[in-house]
């Protein structure tokens, strides 16, 4: 990390960026919190939490993790169960309200100063992508927000991010805000508050979810687009 520390004005990290040591020796009295949004995904999220806890976890790994939170959005399986086996503190939302409720939920009940949000539904999670992740708030103070990008293998080829992100969200803020195209991934209300600086950029190599249908990325995309259309000042139907 010699290089990025000398190069404070980055905002955009390769991948292995931060180890775990570098991301602990920035740390200080910092406290910070995973937190997995979950809905139906008992198969994974044990794994998910696991990979955590065990390299991370205060009692099992490097303390670089000071808490696991798992948002339950309604599941009808057994997520709640398998994410406490796994070592996780679990909010259930009795009704579903959708990812961007449930992640909600879960920065205002963590402890931590730091939050870093991971998906219930990868099917490799590594260790590795938590020191990325954290490692830009913890050496910049001028960054608010750190975001994700990476390969996805969608039928054995890589795509380059999920399916909504590829066909609803990188096509509507190309054209509603064309300063963010250099953002892979973008988040509008920060960039809007902050300006785009505000966002760093970390590549997380490959990420392996599962895939779902397409019924089941049709309200994703939907909630997407009315969102941009939002900030935008386009009205809607649901406006």
Not at 22 to 39: G, H, N, Q, S, Y
Not at 101 to 126: H, I
Not at 203 to 230: I, Y
Request: charged share 25%.
């Amino acid at each position: 990390m010699d290089a990025a520390l000398r190069d404070r004005t980055r905002r955009l990290w390769p991948a292995g960026s931060f180890s775990t040591e570098d991301a602990l020796a920035l740390k200080a009295e910092r406290l910070t919190t995973v937190v997995i949004p979950a809905r139906d995904e008992a198969a994974t999220v044990g794994a998910v939490v696991g990979a955590v806890h065990t390299a991370h976890g205060r009692l099992l790994g490097s303390g670089l993790v000071d808490e696991i939170v798992v948002v339950d959005d309604g599941s009808s399986d057994g997520t709640a169960r398998a994410a406490r086996a796994a070592g996780a503190r679990v909010r259930r939302l009795h009704r579903s309200g959708g990812k961007g409720r449930a992640m909600a939920e879960g920065a205002k009940v963590a402890g931590g100063d730091l939050v870093v949000f991971l998906d219930a539904d990868v099917l490799d999670t590594d260790p590795a992508w938590v020191p990325q992740l954290l490692g830009p708030l913890l050496l910049d103070e001028s960054i608010e927000l750190v975001k994700a990008f990476y390969e996805r293998p969608l039928e054995g080829r890589p795509t380059g991010g999920g399916r909504v992100t590829q066909l609803a969200a990188r096509p509507i803020l190309s054209l509603l805000f064309p300063d963010l195209g250099g953002i892979l991934q973008p988040l509008v209300d920060v960039a809007r508050r902050s300006g785009a600086s505000a966002i760093a950029q970390v590549d997380l190599g490959v990420r392996t979810h599962r895939n779902r249908p397409l019924s089941e990325l049709g309200p994703m995309a939907r909630d997407v687009l009315a969102v941009a259309l939002a900030r935008a000042g386009v009205p809607t139907a649901s406006s």
